[in-house]
């Protein structure tokens, strides 16, 4: 059972929706799994979930950033923020760590 229920903005859908051509299968399967692991539990210590100080949500929120990849040149991950109700999470952007 789900913890949180994701949401995901429209620019989060559509970096999903380029990533679902086959030579993107590897990075879009890393994604799945860490967006499996933030419904579940984004505190879990292997997303290293963390603050971001750069950026704030549309209405102010905090907005973390959880590990897709690590010690990879241009690592990705997965920009998120609490809300908008108390059991929901909006993926806010997927992407290269700027």
Not at 12 to 23: G, T, Y
Not at 27 to 52: A, E, F, N, V, W
Not at 54 to 81: C, I, K, L, Q
């Amino acid at each position: 059972m789900s913890k949180f229920r994701l949401v995901f903005t429209s620019e989060a859908n559509d970096v999903l929706r380029d990533l679902e051509s086959p030579q993107y299968a590897t990075k879009l399967k890393k994604i799945r799994k860490t967006l499996g692991l933030i419904q579940q539990d984004p505190s879990y210590p292997g997303l290293r979930s963390h603050k971001y100080r750069s950026f704030h949500g549309r209405n102010g929120e905090d907005v973390w950033d959880s590990y897709v990849e690590n010690n990879t040149p241009g690592a990705w991950r997965v920009f998120w923020h609490y809300g908008p109700a108390e059991d929901h999470i909006t993926i806010v952007t997927i992407g290269p760590h700027p």
